[in-house]
C-alpha cells in the first residue's frame, strides 16, 4: 500500500520565485496536514484540511503561503514570492478522521531558497 | 493549549542496555498520546498511541509506552536498545480543541 508521497523531495530556487509542493495522501484518508520542520523551531503545523476543506490554517507564517485540496487525492503548499527563511523540509501527513488516528508522514520536500 | 515536553534533547545508551525517553502533557479533557520516530532524511513514523485502557501500551520495533496519569507522563521504553533504534523520537498529544502538538523531539543515541 502506497504511503503519503511528496514531490519534489528537493527544491532549490532563489528568492522571489513560486515553489509549488505537492502532496499526495494515502488513499481513504480524510485529513491532510501540512508540516515545516526546522532546527530551530522544530516541527510546525501550518495548515490541515478534513474532507478537502480547510479547517485550521492559524499556523500559515503569512500570505505569501497558501495551500489548496482541490480534491481528495491531491494537496498543493505554494509560497509566492519565496524567501531565504522559508528554507526548511516541508511534511505532508494524512490519516483517517478522528482526534485518535495516528498520521502518516510523507518523507518530504527539502526547500533551500538562496 | 495543550503541550508536550521533552525534557532531553539527547539520550545515550549503550547497545543492550534498557531506554527511556521522557515526555509530559498538559491538555484538558482526556488524552490521546502518541510516540513517533524519525530517522535522517525521512517523514516522521508512527510508534504507538494510547486513547484509553490499559497504561501500558506495545508499538513497533518492541517500543512500548506507559501512561501515567497522575504524573502527566507518557515515557518511551524499550528493554534492549539496538543501535538500529538511534533516530529522533517525536511525543505528540491531541485530544484538546487544538489539533495534534508535536514534542521538540529526542535525539536517541545507542552506542555500541
Known amino acids: 500500500d502506497a504511503g503519503v508521497i511528496q514531490s519534489p523531495r528537493h527544491e532549490v530556487t532563489e528568492m522571489g520565485q513560486e515553489v509549488t509542493l505537492r502532496c499526495k495522501p494515502i488513499?481513504?484518508?480524510?485529513?491532510l496536514f501540512w508540516y515545516r520542520q526546522t532546527m530551530m523551531r522544530g516541527l510546525e503545523l501550518l495548515i490541515y484540511?478534513?474532507?478537502?476543506?480547510?479547517?485550521?490554517d492559524s499556523g500559515m507564517p503569512e500570505d505569501r503561503f497558501s495551500a489548496k485540496m482541490p480534491n481528495a487525492s491531491f494537496s498543493t503548499l505554494k509560497i509566492q514570492p519565496s524567501e531565504p527563511r522559508d528554507s526548511a523540509v516541508y511534511f505532508c501527513?494524512?490519516?483517517?478522521?478522528?482526534?485518535?488516528?495516528?498520521?502518516?508522514f510523507g518523507d518530504g520536500t527539502r526547500l533551500s531558497i538562496l | 493549549a495543550q503541550s508536550v515536553a521533552q525534557p532531553e534533547d539527547q539520550v545515550n545508551v549503550a547497545e543492550g542496555n534498557p531506554l527511556t525517553v521522557k515526555c509530559t502533557y498538559s491538555v484538558s479533557g482526556n488524552p490521546y498520546l502518541f510516540w513517533y520516530v524519525q530517522y535522517p532524511n525521512r517523514g516522521l513514523q508512527f510508534l504507538l498511541k494510547?486513547?484509553?485502557?490499559?497504561?501500558l501500551v506495545k508499538g513497533s520495533y518492541g517500543f512500548e509506552a506507559e501512561f501515567n496519569k497522575s504524573q502527566t507522563s507518557f515515557h518511551l521504553k524499550k528493554p534492549s536498545a539496538l543501535v538500529s533504534d538511534s533516530a529522533l523520537y517525536f511525543c505528540a498529544v491531541g485530544g484538546g480543541a487544538d489539533g495534534l502538538t508535536f514534542g521538540k523531539g529526542t535525539h536517541l543515541i545507542i552506542q555500541p
Open positions: 494510547y486513547i484509553t485502557g490499559d497504561n
Open positions: 501527513a494524512s490519516s483517517l478522521l478522528g482526534r485518535d488516528q495516528p498520521q502518516h
Open positions: 484540511f478534513n474532507n478537502n476543506v480547510p479547517i485550521d
Open positions: 488513499s481513504g484518508h480524510n485529513s
